[in-house]
């Protein structure tokens, strides 16, 4: 058996007797193991930052959405099947969207005008571009477009009966569409098709900006439950942005607002 002394001293004879291939492979192996171990830290590093965001986000939103709306004297109008407007209703104070592109013959509140064209400028400013379709609808349009969707349904081979609850399961009766109200507004990329418009960079420019100029999307799939209509990406309601900003904040729907702005304030009043 070699001693202590014998072993280091024949340790390094043996060392030198390794090829050179057999060391650099040993060395490229280390030099890898060191690249693995990095990235593994890093990607352990990046994880953490995204839960410590996610939580914060979460955190910010069940603070946001557990803050008291005592102070909140009103809320805006819910107009549907259950609380429709009457025939004679008619906003003052409507402004055309003339100064952008389709907009001369849409019209909306004056406010809701105002910021409405507030934010087409902030999105133009970003190189995205919208275009109103519609806004205000008076309650005998509302009456002629649901005629003509019944009467296309008839061309098409339904009988009277049928087509008109058929129409009426795709278009609001007259006096249920809050584009009577003159604070909606539908938009698209272009006048002639709004169908795509969830798959458009315009979409989720929307989704991230609209509440910081008072809009909500009125109706979304996760809120279909409660609107009773389906999901409408290209339909804006203007609710003011304080109201905008908290229902964003808290993910909330309109319908979620007004019982929770009823629930702490039980004086506040509708607006329309």
């Known amino acids: 058996m070699a001693s202590k002394s014998t072993g280091k001293y024949y340790a390094p004879i043996y060392r030198a007797k390794k090829s050179p291939i057999k060391v650099r ?9 060191l690249i693995v171990a990095a990235v593994a830290i890093a990607a352990s590093s990046m994880a953490a ?41 008619a906003p003052e104070n409507l ?10 013959n849409v019209f909306m509140r004056a406010d809701a005008a105002e910021a409405f064209l ?28 649901l005629a003509a969707a019944a009467d296309k349904l008839v061309a098409e081979g339904a009988d009277a009966k049928e087509a008109k609850k058929l129409a009426e399961a795709e278009v609001f009766a007259p006096g249920e569409d809050e584009a009577q109200l003159g604070t909606s507004v539908d938009i698209s990329t272009d006048v002639n098709c709004v169908d795509n418009f969830a798959l458009t960079d315009q979409y989720q420019w929307i ?14 799939d996760s809120a279909k439950k409660l609107t009773g209509v389906n999901a409408k990406p290209w339909h804006l309601r203007f609710v003011g942005r304080e109201a905008a900003e908290y229902m964003a904040s808290s993910n909330m729907c309109l319908e979620e607002y007004v019982s929770a702005v009823k629930a702490d304030n039980p004086k506040a009043a509708e607006q329309d």
């Open 207 to 220: 989704c991230r900006n609209a509440h910081h100029y008072g809009f909500i999307i009125r109706y979304t």
């Open 49 to 89: 930052l995204q839960i410590n965001r996610s939580e914060e986000q979460s955190f910010v939103k069940v603070a946001a959405s557990e803050q008291s709306l005592a102070g909140v004297s009103s809320y805006p109008r819910i107009v549907n099947h259950s609380s429709p407007l009457s025939k004679d209703y």
């Open 118 to 145: 507030e934010m087409c400028a902030a999105m133009s400013e970003d190189g995205l571009g919208i275009v109103p379709v519609s806004g205000y609808t008076s309650y005998e349009d509302q009456s002629s477009v």
């Open 95 to 104: 402004m055309s969207l003339g100064t952008v592109p389709n907009g001369e």
């Open 25 to 33: 492979r040993i060395k490229l192996f280390k030099r890898c193991a």
